[in-house]
């Protein structure tokens, strides 16, 4: 079956480097996708999402970079600090339209080291 | 998220107990689902509600049932636990036109079920 992945499970950065998270997807159809972040013992929080038709969306210190050529996701933080620290999962939405489930990607753990 | 709450946050019961977790929402959401959550296996989808009269399973139903009360709450049950049941367990809510879209999905804190 068609699936979502991370190319890397962890990452670990300086405090005030910039860091990329990227994810991989498989689902052609997909049409929607959304970044996560899930810090210890809390549900996810929504960081920023993009549609595909749009290849580039910005949020406050985060960037979502959409490659459908390719089917890859990229979630760029800008400054990273140590409130970044959390697990960070890539999501896309099946159907795009009626549907509304999403497909989750196993996470990957960001550590910014002070 | 506070518009996205679920209780317990923590409970711990054994082997044959029937459990049921709670999900309320105040955004005014008409879609919600109940997903778990294990160590390298991401969030997996247990059942979804489209509306109060709307009953799907994910991909990891076994197991458990729910029961949409209202358009605010989304009841799981695992009807006899097992320890393999043993998990983190999110609820979320979609829908609506505020946010970040009508796809984004919100999640609750979680409850941490340990099944001995």
């Given at each position: 079956g068609e699936s979502v992945g991370l190319h890397l499970p962890t990452l670990s950065v300086q405090e005030g480097d910039n860091s990329i998270i990227n994810c991989a997807y498989s689902?052609?159809?997909?049409?929607y996708f959304i970044w996560y972040k899930q810090e210890s013992g809390k549900g996810p929080q929504f960081i920023i999402d993009i549609r595909s038709n749009m290849d580039k969306r910005q949020g406050q210190r985060v960037t979502v970079l959409l490659n459908k050529t390719v089917k890859h996701l990229s979630l760029q933080i800008a400054?990273?600090?140590?409130?970044?620290?959390a697990v960070y999962f890539c999501a896309e939405n099946e159907n795009g339209g009626s549907n509304y489930k999403l497909t989750f990607g196993k996470g990957t753990l960001l550590t910014v080291n002070p | 998220d506070a518009d996205v709450t679920q209780t317990p946050r923590n409970r711990i019961t054994k082997t044959g107990k029937r459990i049921m977790l709670e999900c309320s929402q105040t955004?005014?959401?008409d879609r919600m689902y109940w997903y778990r959550q294990d160590p390298g296996l991401g969030l997996r989808l247990i059942y979804y509600s489209f509306d109060v009269k709307d009953i799907n399973k994910g991909e990891i139903s076994d197991g458990y049932s729910v029961s949409r009360?209202?358009?605010a709450k989304f009841s799981l049950s695992l009807e006899s636990a097992i320890p393999n049941q043993t998990a983190l367990y999110f609820c979320a809510t979609t829908g609506g036109?505020?946010?970040?879209?009508?796809d984004t999905q919100y999640f609750g804190p979680g409850t941490r079920l340990t099944v001995l």
């Open positions: 689902n052609s159809a997909s049409d400054a990273t600090q140590p409130g970044d620290s | 955004k005014g959401h009360q209202a358009q036109t505020s946010g970040a879209g009508t």
